[in-house]
């Protein structure tokens, strides 16, 4: 059986399933209750000055019947004294002793820090995770992603709390910057015991095109918003990687960005994390999805074989390579399973317009089975992602697989273009079609009487 | 046993004849819009005898832009709120949707399109102006779905347009014929008004061309003339029995039941002799009105001419089939219907089927005077011949719909409609 244990820099809980420090750990109620569902930890919603938040808070990317695809928020730190909170954790410890409650936190200066440390710890904190991450309200005020953005600070600022750390402490990054393995590696030179990433990314979630004022609406007006959910998970995981593959950043990493079940939670340990947060994906469904987390980790484990979440973390690192060391002659080619196409032509139009004309149709419109022009095919597999059926349509591999060539290769033997009209252009003999093609309507451009 | 009980209300009545079609909710046009894959080349709009761009009208829905589909769907159909509630979706749009050739459900096109039509004539939101007048007059026969698709179309390109209508509501078919469950009287009528209001063209109801006078009339007062009378009464048998009280034709029963509702005495045992669409109906009605309904018709089951999912229907609410079976007379006593003798095609043997009514639905008759007296040619089955404009042998006469098709759906008659106005266009010219 799976052992989900897990231990982050001495943090140890049950599952590598945390609740990231949010409206969903507001209060110890709460957070009872997820564990009591079985969440693994919580990171406590963003202890420090308590602020006052507006209504409404939040705004939503909906994506035809998905609703919540994306999440934007408003709202600031704790609004709860910090007494109130303290006591809490207390309390949850008490009852959750294996469990791991980490404190968030954000305060402005060096005694505040020490200060709110030595509360948290009294407290009961399993940990503590400094939120440089918050890009909305709190980055005006010098706090939060103003912080993050800033790696000498974020490095001095860790330092000071380091200076009274008993318990580890957490730096949690903002991904408003352009290159995240420098805040990273600042929380490494800190003396951080651990990084979290992604915190929301600045946005604008929508516009009420009929009022003229973004979402969500304050009173008619309107601010920039942190985004989070499902649509982020891909920017997350790719900071997850720069930091995972990082050399300097040696310390362990929770992951952070658009998880709601397992399978997402997998992707992130293979690249590198080592818990893994959730927010949206709770404040949509509530705590109750994490049954189907646990449940499906630990079968993804006992079907690899995996006992720990050691033998799988970062095993997709390896395969993360620069563009110039892939093989450039690894060729595919799509190909469409006639038994399963249902004829919506999907492919074609896709192809027709969006990439290199390799699909044609039958001149017989009663078959609308679209076919493959391999000649004219770049193996860019976008038939394959916009056919609607399962399997329909899969890429063929057509190199002998001997080969191996990388731009790399090439560019060390001089073998690459270097002038705009160079003979080695890659796309040279590929066929495209004549511009004025474009306005014969009659008929697609591929016919093929049958 | 009937699963409906005898409507003795207006409330019972809308109960039993609940809309197959119901409106959608805002919610569930955009979970269903939702689903559309926007193919190319949809066959769904290959299906549609009018056209319409249903991907597109779908993808609006989905935006949000109800209008933008409203008008869509009028680009293509004048009559797109009637032609989503009664079209027999499933062998035209839905039956071409893609999800058929995996195991997911198709869009639910027509529905969809009456969604945002619906929103449209509710709002009275207007998408046309009559064109500018080019001083030219047509009168229509008929004030059915061809009719009115051609007086649209003609008013759109500046022509003056008087309706002349027999009855005393426009629509034809659609509140005179169609079964009660698949739209309502006022739905129909919404639309109509909503139609007269942006493109007005004018209409005489309880006006019957008849005569050879009504005919000069028109023709010295109007360039051209189209013709959209439809079919006119069920067709006898020629058995005895046919006139006994109580055997009635499918088409007056439907209009009866269409004006009447509950007020129609339908009696508790039923024989529907057919076995087309409208037989399917009429035995789906007969059964909604409490009766127990026997369907006969001479042939297989598989050699009816009805669409699968109507008899589905009829059968789903307790009408039973009886295959093989033609009638050789119509039994009564003290001049009603008892009962029925029907003989097997296969051996031969009679037999008697009790019942207190007998409907057939073994077609209509043409309305072949009316035409005989315009000098308009028919084909060997009675039908108005027209070439491919849709003009008649009488090249001031147009004709569309059953009088020319013989019966088919209220969607071909809106298409054909429209291009005998074109045609008309082209022969004004």
Known sequence: ?????????????????????????????????????????????????????????????????????????????????????????????????????????????????????????NAGADGVELNFGCPHGMCERGMGSAVG???????????????????????????????????????????????SLINTIQSIVGVDIDKFVPYPIVDGRSSNGGYCGPAVKPIAMNMLKNCAQHPGVNIPISGIGGIENWRDAVEFILLGATSVQVCTAVMHYGFGIIREMVAGLEQYMDEKGFKTLDDFRGKALQNIMHWEDLNLKYKIVADIHEEKCIGCQLCYTACEDGAHQAIGLKEN??????????????????????????????????????QQLTWKERTLEGNIPKTFNDELAGGLHHWVPEPADALRKKTPLHYKSV | MSEYKKPQSEKDFSKNFAQIKPLMSDTEAYYESSRCLFCYDAPCVNACPTGIDIPLFIRQINSKNEMGAAKTIYDSNFLGHACGKVCPTEVLCEGACVYNNTDVKPIEIGRLQSFATGKAIRTNRKFYLPGKSNGKKVAVIGAGPAGISCACELRMMGFDVDVFEAKEKPS????????????????????????????????????????????????????????????????????KGEELENVIGAVEFAEQLRTKHHQVNVPQKVVVLGGGNTAMDAASEAARMGAEVILAYRRTKEEMPAYDFEYELAKSVGAKGLFNVTPVEIIGENGKVSGIKLKSTSDGNEFIENCNWVIKATGQSKQIDLLRLAGISLDEKGRIAVNEEFQTSNKKYFAAGDAVSGGQEVVNAVANGKKAAWGIKEFLK
């Open chain 1, 365 to 402: 419109g009663a078959d609308r089975k679209p076919f493959i022009i391999e000649e004219n095919c770049v193996g860019c597999n976008l038939c394959s992602l916009v056919c609607p059926v399962e399997g329909c349509i899969t890429m063929e591999r057509r190199d002998d697989g001997k």
């Open chain 1, 1 to 121: 059986m799976a052992d989900l244990i897990t231990n982050l820099s001495g943090i140890k809980s049950p599952n590598p399933f945390w609740l990231a420090s949010a409206p969903p750990t507001n209060s110890g109620y709460q957070i009872m209750k997820a564990f009591d569902a079985g969440w693994g930890g919580a990171v406590w919603k963003t202890l420090g000055v308590p602020v006052v938040n507006v209504s409404s808070r939040y705004g939503a990317l909906n994506y035809r019947d998905t609703r919540m695809m994306g999440f934007s928020n408003i709202e600031l730190i704790t609004d709860r004294p910090l007494r109130d909170n303290l006591r809490e954790i207390e309390e949850v410890k008490k009852r959750f002793p294996d469990h791991a409650v980490i404190a968030s936190l954000m305060v402005e200066t060096k005694e505040e820090w020490h200060q709110i440390m030595k509360d948290v710890t």
């Open chain 2, 172 to 239: 034809g078919l659609t509140v005179h014929g169609v079964a009660p469950y698949k739209i309502t009287n006022e739905e129909a009528l919404a639309e109509m008004k909503y139609l007269q209001d942006q493109f007005g063209f004018h209409i005489t109801y309880c006006k019957s061309i008849q005569s050879k006078e009504d005919l000069s009339t028109l023709e010295n007062n109007y360039d051209a003339i189209f013709i959209g009378i439809g079919l006119g009464k069920t067709s006898d048998l020629k058995i």
């Open chain 1, 149 to 195: 953005q800033e790696p000498k600070v974020l490095k001095t600022i860790v330092s000071w709390v380091k200076e009274v750390a008993t318990i580890p402490v957490i730096v949690k990054l903002t991904p408003n910057i352009s290159d995240i393995t420098r805040p990273a590696l600042a929380a490494v030179e800190g003396g951080g015991d651990a990084i």
